[in-house]
């Protein structure tokens, strides 16, 4: 079975996929 | 029948921060075995399970944009179950019980949301679903 998924925000999206974003 | 995994591949190096998420390379490539909304994936990669941020991959084929739901600009209204603090500069500060209206559903689990006047990224694991209709003002 599956663990629950952390329970801490996870780390927001690195610098080149936030660029591809905007 | 078989079950078809989605692939994505790394676009960035990620160090794994407990026992249940894993350490991923850029370039890797994983399967995806669950997606939660609060933006963790469980995936495999070779013999590795585990939980990793899914702003931390992108599909092998196909655009990205298709499984995200568009922006709501009218907002659906959610209440902070936890305090946030900002630590960067598109993110909102947010105390705990504070209702907001969330207006874009992203799957890196960092959702848009507006308070007043104010918009920004504030975690989705934080917000609970009110389930009131928004009042038109």
Redesign the interface.
Known sequence: SIKLPPQNPPPRPPAEMRRKRA | GPIILESYRV??D?SH??K??ITLHIGDLVEI??K?P???W?CQCDTKRG?V????L?PLDGPEESEEADPNYAGELYITTKA?KAA?DDELTLETGETIEVIHKLL???WVVRKGEETG?F?S??LYRTGEKKEMV
């Open positions: 676009i960035a990620y921060t407990s249940y998420e075995v669950e939660s609060n933006g963790w469980f939980w941020p899914a702003s931390y992108e946030y960067q890196d689990g960092w990224h975690p694991m934080f």
